[in-house]
């Protein structure tokens, strides 16, 4: 049984000369059938007269050419006018010259140089042919000549409408890929941003603080431990985020379950010197789609800021699991110091703001009563982003 799907296949391949010259052939047999020779176009009036040898001139310059009307237009139309002139002017009437019509949407489609020069050039020709045909016919009306250009003028602006539409699909397209890169990259980089500036703001914490615990050897070997410990975390992390970024990777290995992953995001921001009460209710759903890697950068964040601007101060971390929602709420007494850690770019929060909202929840982040901060957010479950 034949395979229509590979016939298409190989047939779109072919080069789309060989495509369109079965069309201009199966024009030129059917000028050179009885039945149907001197039904073709008439314009001017004068008599059909028998096919000759320029006749069959004629219809192949009429025919043949359609076989490059998308590679070459301008050749094409030349080629074909030229035909048709021959046509009329000896009075054959030809079926082929039907392909006019056809060469000219083709030129307004495909023509890319010389659109004005080209419709100029026809429109004298047109004139020219005509005034021959007024001169040799009975006298037929100006209307007539009138009538059929305007038919033809058509034609090429039907060809021009395709070569817009087709134009303003090309941008829409390229739009519609610039536009995903660039969301792509933002996804990137708040990705990197989550995971780098958690860790990285950990072990400057952990590092300032081991400068002061030389008397201390035991307490200097824990931070020291506590600082070697988030570096390979955020090895860790590095390489699964490049894993995913990476086509050929394959299926990743899995992650650390939920509920484990925020717990160990919790111990380790307590090792870096910020005591943190963790807090949460519920049960996890069995499917929450994007909204658990939500709630974690949420954590995540808020606990990168604790570091930052609360260092020291008593933070707390609620995670309550709802049948269709996750609502998480990270927040600091104020007590601490931010003097420990750089400042930070505001990137975060408005990244988390946009993961948020891109699945339907809300976010906020505001100071507290007592100069702290606290950040709460509300994500629907069973989302993607």
């Given amino acids: 049984m034949i395979d229509r799907r590979r016939l298409l296949d190989l047939w779109r391949r072919l080069d789309v000369t060989v495509r369109d010259l079965p069309f201009g052939l199966l024009l030129l047999v059917a000028s050179l059938l009885p039945a149907l020779r001197g039904n073709g176009t008439e314009v001017g009036g004068l008599p059909t007269r028998p096919a000759d040898a320029l006749a069959g001139v004629a219809a192949v310059l009429q025919t043949v050419p359609l076989a490059v009307r998308r590679r070459w237009p301008l050749v094409c139309v030349a080629l074909v006018s030229f035909g048709f002139a021959v046509d009329q002017i000896r009075g054959y009437h030809l079926f082929a010259g039907t392909a006019l019509p056809i060469a000219l949407i083709s030129a307004g489609s495909y023509l890319e140089k010389y659109r004005r020069a080209t419709l100029a050039a026809a429109t004298v020709a047109f004139v020219g042919v005509s005034v021959e045909l007024y001169r040799r016919g009975p006298g037929e009306s100006v209307i007539e000549f009138v009538s059929f250009y305007l038919v033809l003028a058509l034609a090429w602006g039907i060809g021009a409408w395709m070569r817009s539409a087709r134009a303003a699909e090309a941008e829409r397209r390229s739009r519609a890929a610039e536009d995903a890169r660039t969301a792509e990259r933002s996804r990137i980089a708040r990705e990197l941003h989550d995971v780098v500036t958690h860790h990285v703001t950990a072990m400057v914490v952990q590092s300032e603080a081991a400068r002061y615990l030389t ?71 069995a499917s929450t789609g994007s909204a658990d890697l939500v709630a974690y950068r949420v954590v995540q964040e808020a606990l990168t800021n604790a570091l930052k601007y609360d260092h020291g101060g008593k933070t707390s971390v609620l995670v309550r699991h709802g049948e269709r929602e996750i609502t998480v709420e990270v927040g600091t007494d104020g007590s601490g110091t931010g003097a420990a850690s750089p400042g930070g770019s505001g990137r975060g929060l408005a990244g988390l703001r946009e993961r948020v909202d891109v699945l339907g929840g809300e976010f906020s982040a505001d100071r507290a009563d007592g100069g702290g901060f606290v950040v709460r957010a509300r994500i629907p479950g069973g989302s993607t982003a």
């Fill in 215 to 285: 008397a201390a050897p035991e307490r200097l070997d824990d931070t020291l431990a506590a600082v070697s410990d988030t570096g390979r975390r955020a090895i860790t992390d590095l390489r699964h985020l490049l894993e995913l970024l990476n086509p050929d990777h394959g299926t990743a290995e899995p992650r650390t379950p939920p509920v484990g992953r925020v717990l160990t995001l919790v111990e380790q921001t307590r090792r870096a010197g910020q005591p943190v009460e963790f807090t949460e209710d519920g049960t996890p759903a």
